[in-house]
């Protein structure tokens, strides 16, 4: 699918202390073009749950709605699209068996994988994490603004900006070259949903450089 660059936030869904499906519908309501389920750790049948639950919110709007990590349960979810990691089944296997995804993303850690990108043709690409974040267990190397701002500058796709980002740091984010952001904890820990969104809207919309 033809992903449209400039779209901003990207709303990763992970432990939400208000729900799944009430991330989803917030995520809906503030027009956000993507909400993506990331449950590690989880059984399939869990996932499963929140992702029909997910889908449900989204379905029939412009928020497309991704599943992490495993194309099968995103098939089995109908969800829009998969978001794969490097060390997840491969995007051309992925497209080849589950062609009723029309949206594959791919996380990218260092500049070799992003230009690795050019040929793999992820429909957007993850650059990160930009800084330290306690959402992974074995969380890769922290790029840092200069690094996130060289694989950003030379992606050859839409490019979304992860780890560690918040209120306060947002602005760097964009000052480094973002058209696109995401977050976890930022929303997820909020128990109104909709107003993180909302605020974290606003700032970005609000820096111009």
Same mark, same amino acid.
């Given at each position: ?5 400039? @779209? +901003? $936030? ?6 939400? #202390?208000?729900?799944? &499906?009430k991330? %989803? ?42 599943v ?35 949206? @594959? +993303? $791919? ?6 994988? #992003?230009?690795?990108? &050019?040929?793999? %043709?992820p ?40 780890g ?15 058209r696109n ?29």
């Open positions: 699918m033809k992903i449209e660059d400039g @779209f +901003g $936030l990207y709303l990763v869904v992970t432990n939400p #202390v208000a729900g799944y &499906a991330c %989803a519908e917030a995520a809906v309501k503030c027009g956000l073009r993507f909400v993506q389920l990331r449950m590690k750790n989880a059984c399939e049948s869990e996932i499963l749950r929140e992702a029909k639950n997910m889908r449900a919110a989204t379905k029939g709007t412009k928020t497309l709605f991704i992490n990590d495993d194309p099968k349960l995103a098939a089995l979810a109908e969800a829009d699209g998969v978001h794969l990691g490097q060390g997840d089944m491969p995007i051309a296997i992925a497209r080849k068996l589950y062609p009723e995804l029309a949206v @594959f +993303g $791919l996380s990218t850690h260092n500049i070799s994988q #992003v230009r690795e990108a &050019a040929r793999l %043709a429909d957007y690409i993850g650059v990160g994490p930009v800084f330290a974040t306690p959402t992974k267990a074995i969380p890769d190397p922290t790029l840092g603004l200069e690094g996130a701002a060289e694989m950003i500058k030379a992606a050859p796709c839409p490019a979304v900006a992860i560690g980002i918040n209120d306060e740091n947002l602005p760097l984010i964009k000052r480094a070259g973002a952001f995401s977050v976890v904890r930022a929303v997820c820990q909020n128990n109104d949903p909709e107003s993180a969104i909302r605020r974290l809207m606003e700032i970005w919309a609000t820096q111009t450089f």
